[in-house]
């Protein structure tokens, strides 16, 4: 059935209002009294609520450590440090991704080995990062992109057999399910921002966790000097208590972790719910042409976390071969809102090509290496053709069945009615997406 799109001048598939169901994060009175008590006790730079949240996450996390940090940036510069990351170390991660995956590898001297992604989950390629592995490689990094759960069996057959351990960056996941087991609980260690766009949504912050104390230990060793004494169990830190290792300052503000674990115990039902509307969602396009969704199959013990910045995935030759610019010009026009593309390929960007930060004398990236392993447009091709082939879609926190019908009709309505838009396709500009989605207020 021919209808008329509203980029041509037709009726808009989205007719009710959105009310609050894309309103994030949400904050209760009971997390806006947990801040105030931290001001008024002047208590914000103290660690007394941090220790409590910390408790609470290794508990809801399933592992035995759970250290809180400034920003999930931090988290992640800990969780490489904690794996033995050092000078002329290499990191293998994926090239679509957040760029803190990758760049705080940097300043601990070591340097990153991009590998490709899946182009049904977006996650790391488990048979491409095999082969990227060398005697240098010290982690994996596995970002669960866009809230997919990455294949962890697979993934830690091969690090465990390849002795290199496995970094879960968990920031767009949390809660997500792999193999019956939750996301963050199953690497060597994990970490996770916390901020505020992000499914669990704390204000700034990140969170550790791991079941392995020296990884515990070197972690907070790096920027958590007050932290950083007599409890200490590894025998090679001893000697340095009192000052952080790193020269980094990584405490939580209280204000964060207070809010952090009213947002917490409320995380589970707010996942749920969203989960069953993002399930709704993509049930309505089932069958639609040339659009799938990005979730694991039904049944295969792997389950989204929280959905953060979820994406489509989109597949042109089943549209006669319809740009995704002109694709989401028309979802948009229905009154939906999307935008073609995820992260632009990190391989690409000359902060990893050209940059030479420290003053080395030499581009950062290769500063101890012993060969050249920068990665030049074209070497990924795979991840290069990824931001073509995904456009944003709705974060519904609520399942309110109507208006998740409305936008799904958006999508459908254009995707049946592709033929019309092949005239007006003005193809894909060079770059699609960016290297951020957060837009700050
Ligand atoms: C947001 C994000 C981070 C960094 O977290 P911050 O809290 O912003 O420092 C790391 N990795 C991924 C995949 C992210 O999306």
Not at 101 to 121: I, Y
Not at 195 to 220: F, N, P, Q, V
Not at 408 to 425: G, H, I, M, P, Q
Request: hydrophobic fraction near 35%.
């Amino acid at each position: 059935m021919a209808e008329k799109l509203a980029v041509l001048g037709g009726p808009k598939a989205v007719q009710t209002p959105a009310g609050n169901i894309f309103d994030w994060p949400i904050v209760t009175q009971e997390a806006e009294d947990a801040a105030l008590g931290v001001l008024r006790r002047g208590a914000m730079s103290g660690t007394d609520v941090t220790k409590k949240f910390e408790d609470e996450y290794a508990a809801w996390q399933g592992t035995k450590y759970a250290l809180a940090f400034s920003t999930g940036t931090a988290a992640l510069q800990g969780a490489m440090y904690g794996c033995g990351v050092r000078t002329g170390d290499e990191i293998i991660c994926p090239s679509v991704t957040y760029w803190a995956s990758a760049m705080p590898v940097f300043s601990l001297g070591g340097t990153v080995v991009f590998a490709e992604v899946d182009p049904d989950t977006l996650c790391i390629d488990p048979k491409d990062l095999e082969r990227r592995i060398t005697k240098r490689t010290k982690a994996i990094v596995v970002v669960h992109y866009c809230g997919y759960p990455a294949p962890m069996a697979e993934i830690m057959e091969i690090a465990n057999r390849r002795k290199i351990k496995v970094i879960e960056d968990v920031s767009h996941a949390h809660g997500g399910v792999s193999g019956g087991r939750k996301l963050g609980s199953i690497g060597h260690v994990s970490g996770m921002s916390l901020m505020s766009g992000k499914s669990l949504a704390i204000g700034e912050g990140g969170m550790l966790c791991t079941d392995d104390r020296e990884t515990y230990e070197y972690a907070l060793s790096l920027g958590h000097y007050e932290r950083f004494g007599a409890d200490i169990q590894t025998e090679e830190l001893k000697q340095f208590l009192g000052l952080p290792i790193g020269g980094y300052k990584y405490r939580m503000h209280q204000c964060s972790s207070a809010v952090g674990r009213v947002q917490l115990k409320d995380y589970d039902a707010r996942n749920a719910e969203i989960l069953k509307a993002m399930n709704y969602f993509w049930d309505l396009l089932d069958g639609a042409p040339g659009i799938r969704a990005h979730r694991p199959p039904r049944g295969s013990g792997a389950e989204m976390g929280g959905w953060y910045a979820a994406h489509g995935l989109y597949r042109a030759e089943e549209l006669g071969g319809l740009s995704i610019t002109r694709f989401c010009q028309a979802v948009a026009a229905e009154g939906c809102s999307t935008g073609p593309g995820c992260n632009i390929p990190l391989h690409l960007h000359p902060v990893f090509n050209t940059c030479d930060i420290y003053g080395a004398g030499k581009p950062t990236r290769i500063a101890h290496s012993r060969r050249d392993l920068r990665q030049p447009p074209g070497s990924l091709p795979v991840s290069e053709k990824i931001p073509a082939m995904t456009y944003s879609v709705p974060w519904f926190k609520f399942c309110r069945q109507n208006i998740i019908e409305e936008h799904a009709n958006a999508f459908r309505k254009v995707a049946e009615n592709y033929k019309l838009l092949l005239d007006s396709d003005p193809g894909n500009p060079p770059t699609l997406g960016g290297w951020h989605f957060f837009s700050h207020r």
